[in-house]
């Protein structure tokens, strides 16, 4: 018989991703006793199979993309990527999926490591199964924080376990680079995915079910991504339903729905995300399991309050740095209960006890980089507020002529014409990620049109947009 082991911190954390990682630093800074149970790599998707993997295989991608808008070297790139170089780059970063670093770290704030499935087993306690099947029961005296993120969801089409279909996990560890790449989705993985393989040497084809890419952003923006992966060689349909996927002698074969059949090595199903909330034990509190977890500005869960839902799991933004915005205001909210102290907006980020989602930045690191904050044209209008957009052709701006040969690229600023300050701004083209955090303070602070005047881009950066953006505004 194993033995049950029972032990008391003051938080328990579900998840061991960069957003429990950030709540267990904020308690532990508060003096608070912390247990983080983790049931696979300690750093989370983001570390080993998203952020991280992802964008280490994209720089080279886009670095070759920009050398070659550029005078006296586009010569010297026209070979292909050594696709060899980029993904020992990729698991280089990844740590060789190894996750000894991030466990010294977490020691390193005195927090305790339990490897193991955590499941609720009542209010403030989880029992964690380790590798060896023995038990251990958590009890939390002051909070318990579920932080345990999002995985791929995949459609429900027949046979499709028996096909063995990539998901984003394996998108961006294979070892291998497929032939032939079917690509199904529209979102941020399928664009930054077939971006990533087609550079590669993948004959890439896109199916989207709906009318274009990037969806939740200005229509241009994916205008412009499919534009651009047409001319590398992907093969983008929109449109278009996959009504059956089969593999057939190690041939992936995809029927559209006009019966369209394409084959391919493998198929990526990036149609979204669901909740890592089946088997936590949601049902021993009186919540259903597999579900969202609705919480208030202190990231605190409806109706218990003792439990917390950070990042992903709340779906208010699956973004990982919002999840660790989120983790640092949910550790400070439980410091603060714990000492008896009133929550209170403090306007200082250590000190802030509720957290805000009007201003949440997304970057998407395709060739062309798209990058928004806030609220788009539509959904502005949506949500009742009189608003105006102006749009501004990116290679009007003498930075961006710099940048690169034939630059192409395109900002929105969407204006509330009641104060006069921004609800949303989008970027499109080469480098413009960087662009974002400007428009991420402006739209965070409510910054108005009249003082952005006095906010003055330096010469010659493509920076220099936010001015003729504003001199659209001002002479539309």
Not at 350 to 364: E, F, G, L
Request: net charge negative; aromatic share 6%; with cysteine.
């Amino acid at each position: 018989m194993t033995e049950t082991e029972t032990n008391t911190y003051d938080v328990v954390v579900l998840g061991a991703g960069p957003v429990g990682e950030n709540v267990a630093d904020r308690t532990r800074a508060a003096g608070l006793t912390t247990a983080v149970v983790e049931s696979e790599l300690v750093g989370g998707e983001c570390s080993y199979w998203a952020c991280v993997p992802s964008k280490a295989l994209l720089r080279p991608v886009i670095a070759r993309a920009d050398a070659r808008r550029v005078p006296g070297l586009r010569q010297s790139v026209q070979g292909p990527l050594d696709a060899s170089a980029v993904l020992a780059h990729r698991d280089y970063y990844t740590s060789n999926w190894k996750d000894d670093g991030q466990v010294g770290w977490l020691d390193s704030i005195g927090a305790a490591l339990y490897r193991g499935h955590g499941r609720l087993t009542g209010p403030r306690t989880v029992t964690v199964t380790g590798p060896d099947g023995g038990e251990h029961v958590l009890t939390a005296r002051q909070a318990v924080a579920v932080c345990t993120g999002s995985r791929a969801a995949l459609p429900g089409l027949p046979g499709l376990d028996a096909v063995k279909p990539w998901t984003s996990r394996e998108a961006t560890s294979s070892k291998t680079v497929p032939g032939r790449l079917i690509v199904i989705g529209g979102g941020v993985v399928a664009t930054e995915m077939a971006t990533v393989w087609q550079a590669l040497g993948s004959q890439v084809t896109l199916l989207v079910r709906g009318r274009g890419l990037l969806p939740r952003m200005e229509p241009f923006a994916g205008e412009l991504i499919a534009e651009a992966l047409t001319e590398a060689g992907a093969d983008v349909r929109t449109g278009t339903s996959v009504e059956s996927v089969t593999r057939e002698n190690g041939t992936v074969v995809a029927v559209t729905g006009t019966g369209d059949r394409i084959e391919a090595d493998e198929i990526l199903f990036a149609t979204g995300r669901a909740p890592r909330t089946d088997d936590i034990g949601l049902e021993t509190i009186g919540l259903d399991p597999g579900s969202w977890l609705p919480v208030d500005d202190s990231l605190r869960v409806d109706g218990h309050d003792w439990l917390y839902a950070v990042g992903d799991v709340n779906h208010r933004a699956l973004l990982t740095h919002q999840g660790k915005y989120q983790a640092r205001i949910a550790g400070a909210a439980i410091a603060a209960r714990a000492n008896g102290e009133t929550l209170v907006a403090e306007p200082w980020g250590a000190h802030a006890a509720t957290a805000d989602h009007a201003a949440v930045p997304q970057v998407v690191f395709t060739d062309p980089e798209a990058a928004a904050v806030g609220l788009s044209l539509a959904e502005a209008e949506q949500a009742g507020h009189r608003v105006k957009a102006v749009d501004v052709d990116l290679s009007t701006v003498a930075g961006a002529g710099l940048y690169a040969d034939g630059y192409q690229g395109r900002a929105r600023m969407v204006v509330d014409l009641e104060g006069e300050i921004l609800r949303g701004v989008t970027f499109v083209g080469p480098g413009v990620g960087e662009l974002i955090h400007s428009a991420t303070v402006a739209v965070a602070g409510q910054v108005p049109i009249s003082r952005l005047w006095h906010a003055v881009p330096s010469y010659p950066t493509i920076s220099e947009v936010w001015l003729r953006l504003l001199e659209a505004y001002r002479d539309a």
